[in-house]
């Protein structure tokens, strides 16, 4: 099993920044894959980035440019920057992974809320 702590969500401005953190703890040997997602009032979830464990990532069209994945190996977190966040980034942020061989997400946190205000 592995467990996924988020943090770092708050209210901010059209503009501001925020950090997410996503602790990861439990049997990570076998994770291939740990991603951002967020769901918005009234609408589905969506993935937001991804980061594999050859350290490739992807993006969301609507984040490039604005948002980082990256990897504290020794900490075992992953974060995400996001930076120029307009309000259209409110939503309740979600950090997921995969097992390698697997082809959906085996474990969720519990989100952490992201408001950011007009």
């Known amino acids: 099993q592995v467990q996924l702590v988020e943090s770092g969500g708050g209210l901010v401005q059209t503009g501001g920044s925020l950090r997410l953190s996503c602790a990861m703890s439990g049997r990570l040997f076998n994770v291939y894959v740990v991603a951002w997602y967020r769901q918005a009032p009234g609408k589905q979830r969506e993935l937001v980035a991804l980061?594999?464990?050859?350290?490739?990532?992807n993006y969301a069209d609507s984040v490039k440019g604005r948002f980082t994945i990256s990897r504290d190996a020794a900490k075992e977190t992953v974060y995400l920057q996001m930076n120029s966040l307009i309000p259209e980034d409110t939503g309740v942020y979600y950090c997921a992974a995969m097992d390698s061989g697997s082809g959906s997400y085996n474990y969720w946190g519990q989100g952490t809320q992201v408001t950011v205000s007009s």
């Open positions: 980061r594999r464990r050859d350290e490739s990532t």
